[in-house]
């Protein structure tokens, strides 16, 4: 018995010291660990303004020609002129403005569009971005070679460099002096919280909170045209059934002054009937198709309803196409082969085969 | 549903072309094809003090029958068995009857889901949290469900020692609950040259606000022993495919308002606001909260991201885009009445709203239902609180006239929010972002309320 005690007090003193030690270096003991230089490698990935973070590598204007137009190019364009997806990143910018480091046509309210290379002051932005979130269905999938290939890319594009450039970590900081909006910015205002950028401590504007005859006529300088009057679906079902206002049916015209006022529409609870359908739209969102195909729009690839008008009840050849990709049937623009499930494919060719209605 | 609403044919465009000469020409043609005089002569009418005999019927009228039989036949559930509670592993829903309260998108306003928004149905809320099913989304590269378990923070840098956490070693540390609003920089931004969309939903419902829970991130980057006097910058990134970042200023984080949340109104986060970690920057715009948090970095100069060089930054008319605006400057709507609702009746209403302020509190609200002309002071509800919604509220009896309803938040620093002529004179109409200037709602005879802006 004494003897178990005494262990036990030993073991308790141990433990304490233990404890002592831990506090000595830490508030918060046993709360989080050393990351180790290979964890901070994997996730450390970030280039700043000043390069810093930018690993050793090279790309070539051909090769990154060659990784744009199966990589890129399906959202972006050929050239990166296309808007149809996103902005267009390319066009714009002028060798005055690659002299002068500022974009002239960001004045020009004529000018179709703020492409990215008429803004983007950093040439870091541009690395950093590709090599972090680039193709935007596989991200981080390029190898460093391939992201300095693509950069070199838009960069001749945009009359940057020559159409032989190889652009590299030795001379990046060169094409950082070429960058036609590398002057362009400024953060003199009051909308950074801090002083870091000096900026201004005056907001903009300086308003003040009149009660009585603030203006003398009040007059309407703009509003919704008639046509636009249903464009986002019928306000009546946007709002709550009950209430001091309900929503305007704008599938009809507007109520005439002295008509009756509207009945409040019974508040009629919407059945979510389960349907192939709901399924195959989810998979559509899930799987990305509609980043490229609109249910009744074409974007890059084919709307949804003529693919299945084209196709109506050719269910097994849709789910084979799905998994296969292909390009010529719609246009020169390749589907990639898609990594999704037999039975995904299926829900999704069968929805198509049948109208692909909602 | 309208299952075949028109892909074309509205104002809206893609983001970067918000404000595109086609869009704004269109606008202009058709108010000059004569929609335009009659708005303005049906207004100037009514203003000029010519009674306009507003024959609407009464909302709730007496039947001939009596009574109403709402009353005099008693219901089903007045009579019957109700339901039991809920089945185990249930998790609550609103009342089939609320079908309607979702968020939306705004047609043609993007081409892909990912990459998109989703707006908050402000039109239908009240008080000053969002439900967490109804905030907002926007996403840049689409969200994801991540395995919390599998979740790391990683803090590098200029830290004495880079650190990792385990989502279970962030829950231990001591927790600050907070009420915040979060608004998109791009809030509002299909508005700036001219009115392009109907409802409070799409004009400002890319804004919520949620009580979040989470630690503030001063107490991890001390864990870390981050230098807090060189470190001037942190570097927030996701842990998605964009693995978003954006720079935040030390001073911000050392004042202790900036924190790593992982609860949401009581609960985690939802999977659309970055289960389970992210950022909340009070105040700032939203697109600095980011999502799935996986990494900080602590440095000596700001990060220039995507979203900080070649979106989110502000054309101002001189040519020079403003890089690196952040706060969300003082702002409110009218939510009730608002754009695309339509009054029942003459009479009583209680006129309802929402203000914020990225620099602090509100501190007073301004209401007008003369176009501006006549101002009252409306009721503040409580909780009001720093860099978060405030719900306001006015009484007022409509007439039947044709009139325009506005407010105007101050915010305790005194800063008070503009007109679109104050902000437009110094900001022109291409900045995209940043756009708080004074909303305007047109009710019109006919009890139907309209999105306008007043010269």
Redesign the interface.
């Known amino acids: 018995m004494f003897k178990l005690r005494k262990a036990f007090a030993a073991t308790a003193l141990l433990a304490l010291m233990g404890t002592a030690l831990a506090q000595s270096d830490?508030?918060?003991p046993?709360?989080?660990?050393?990351?180790t230089p290979k964890?901070?490698a994997a996730?450390?990935?970030?280039v700043?303004?000043?390069f810093k973070g930018l690993p050793a590598g090279s790309g070539t204007v051909a090769k990154g020609q060659d990784i744009w137009e199966a990589k890129c190019a399906l959202c972006h364009g050929i050239f990166g002129e296309s808007?149809?997806?996103?902005?267009p990143l390319v066009g714009g910018v002028t060798p005055e403005d690659i002299k002068k480091g500022?974009?002239?046509n960001?004045?020009n309210?004529?000018y179709?569009?703020?492409t990215?290379f008429m803004?983007?002051?950093?040439l870091?932005?541009i690395w950093?971005?590709i090599n972090?979130?680039m193709p935007?269905n596989a991200?981080?999938s390029l190898t460093t070679d391939d992201v300095y290939s693509v950069v070199a890319f838009l960069l001749n594009l945009n009359g940057i460099v020559p159409d032989d450039f190889t652009l590299s970590d030795k001379n990046i900081r060169e094409v950082q002096g070429r960058m036609p909006?590398r002057n362009?910015?400024?953060?003199?205002?009051?909308?950074?919280?801090?002083?870091?950028?000096g900026g201004t401590a005056k907001?903009?504007?300086?308003?003040?909170?009149?009660?009585?005859?603030?203006?003398p006529e009040?007059?309407?300088?703009?509003?919704?045209?008639?046509?636009?009057?249903?464009?986002?679906?019928?306000?009546a079902?946007?709002?709550?059934?009950?209430?001091?206002?309900?929503?305007?049916d704008?599938?009809r015209p507007?109520?005439?002054?002295?008509?009756?006022?509207?009945v409040?529409a019974p508040?009629a609870?919407?059945v979510e009937a389960p349907s192939g359908a709901k399924a195959a739209l989810a998979l559509l969102?899930k799987n990305?198709c509609?980043?490229c195909h609109?249910v009744?729009?074409k974007?890059v690839g084919p709307a949804f309803t003529d693919v299945a008008k084209k196709h109506a009840g050719k269910a097994d050849y849709l789910a084979g196409k799905i998994k296969s990709g292909g390009s010529g049937i719609w246009g020169a623009v390749p589907m990639p082969p898609q990594t999704l499930s037999e039975a995904e494919a299926k829900t999704i060719a069968a929805w198509l085969a049948s109208g692909a209605g909602? | 549903?309208?299952?075949d609403?028109?892909?074309s044919?509205?104002?809206r465009k893609?983001?970067?072309?918000f404000l595109?000469?086609d869009g704004i020409q269109?606008?202009v043609t058709?108010?000059k094809s004569g929609?335009?005089d009659f708005?303005?002569s049906a207004?100037a009418a009514a203003?000029a003090g010519v009674a306009?005999?507003?024959?609407?019927?009464?909302?709730n009228p007496v039947p001939t029958e009596g009574g109403d039989t709402n009353i005099l036949n008693l219901p089903e559930h007045s009579k019957g068995l109700g339901q039991g509670v809920a089945p185990d592993g249930s998790y609550g829903k609103p009342s089939?009857?609320?079908?309607?309260?979702?968020r939306?998108q705004?047609?043609g306003l993007t081409?892909?889901?990912?990459?998109s928004v989703s707006f908050a149905?402000l039109?239908?809320l009240f008080g000053i949290v969002t439900p967490s099913g109804l905030h907002f989304e926007r996403h840049h590269?689409?969200w994801w469900d991540i395995d919390p378990s599998k979740h790391r923070l990683?803090?590098?840098g200029m830290v004495k020692?880079?650190?990792?956490?385990t989502l279970d070693?962030?829950m231990?540390?001591p927790a600050v609950s907070r009420f915040h609003f979060i608004e998109c920089g791009a809030n509002t931004a299909v508005e700036w040259g001219?009115?392009?969309?109907?409802?409070a939903?799409?004009t400002h419902g890319m804004i919520s606000c949620s009580e979040f829970t989470g630690v503030p991130l001063i107490?991890?980057l001390?864990?870390?022993g981050a230098d807090l006097k060189n470190g001037?910058?942190v570097?927030a990134?996701g842990a998605d495919?964009?693995?978003m970042?954006r720079t935040i200023?030390?001073?911000?984080i050392k004042s202790g308002e900036v924190f790593v949340a992982y609860g949401q109104n009581g609960e985690m986060l939802r999977p659309e606001q970055g289960y389970p970690l992210r950022l909340v920057v009070p105040?700032?715009q939203g697109v600095s909260w980011v999502k799935y948090l996986?990494?900080i970095?602590v440095?000596d100069?700001?990060?220039?991201?995507?979203d900080?060089?070649?979106h989110y930054?502000?054309?101002?008319?001189?040519?020079?885009?403003?890089?690196?605006?952040?706060?969300q400057?003082c702002k409110s709507v009218v939510t009730?009445?608002?754009g695309?609702?339509?009054?029942?009746?003459k009479g009583f209403?209680?006129i309802t709203g929402l203000a914020w302020s990225?620099r602090g509190k509100i501190k007073?609200v301004?209401v007008s239902v003369?176009?501006?002309?006549?101002?009252?002071?409306a009721r503040l509800e409580t909780p009001v609180l720093s860099k978060a919604l405030t719900r306001f509220n006015l009484d007022w009896i409509w007439d039947g006239k044709p009139t325009?309803v506005q407010s105007?938040a101050?915010d305790d620093t005194g800063?008070?929010?503009?007109?679109?002529k104050?902000?437009r004179a110094?900001?022109g109409t291409?900045s995209i972002y940043?756009n708080n200037a004074i909303q305007s709602w047109?009710v019109?005879?006919?009890?139907?309320?309209?999105?306008?802006?007043?010269?």
């Open positions: 830490a508030k918060y046993g709360v989080g660990r050393a990351a964890e901070v996730w450390d990935i970030d700043r303004p000043d808007g149809e997806v996103f902005s500022r974009v002239a960001l004045t309210v004529n179709p569009g703020r990215t803004k983007v002051p950093t870091s932005t950093d971005y972090r979130a935007w991200p981080k909006n362009g910015m400024t953060t003199k205002h009051a909308m950074w919280p801090g002083n870091e950028f907001p903009d504007t300086s308003n003040v909170a009149c009660m009585k005859d603030c203006v009040v007059k309407l300088a703009s509003f919704l045209p008639e046509f636009a009057r249903n464009a986002h679906g019928n306000l079902e946007q709002n709550r059934a009950v209430g001091a206002q309900h929503g305007a704008t599938t507007e109520a005439k002054v002295g008509a009756p006022a509207l409040a508040a609870p919407k969102q990305g509609t980043a609109g009744n729009n974007i909602k | 549903m309208n299952q609403r028109p892909v044919g509205s104002l893609a983001p970067e072309g595109s000469r269109r606008v058709e108010a929609r335009r708005i303005r207004f203003a306009v005999p507003a024959a609407m019927a009464q909302s089939k009857f609320e079908s309607d309260v979702q939306r705004s047609p081409q892909t889901t990912q990459a149905p039109q239908s590269q689409g990683m803090i590098n020692e880079a650190k990792v956490f070693e962030i231990r540390l001219n009115v392009a969309v109907p409802t939903q799409y107490t991890l001390e864990l870390a001037k910058f570097l990134e495919g964009s693995s970042t200023p030390m001073s911000l105040g700032v996986r990494r970095e440095g100069m700001p990060y220039a991201t995507k900080e060089a070649i930054i502000d054309l101002q008319p001189d040519g020079l885009e403003r890089q690196y605006t952040s706060i400057e009730t009445p608002s695309g609702q339509v009054l029942l009746d209403y209680n990225g007073k301004d003369d176009g501006g002309r006549n101002w009252r002071t325009i105007r101050m800063f008070v929010q503009p007109t679109y104050q902000l110094v900001r291409r940043h047109l019109q005879e006919n009890g139907e309320v309209k999105n306008v802006q007043v010269a």
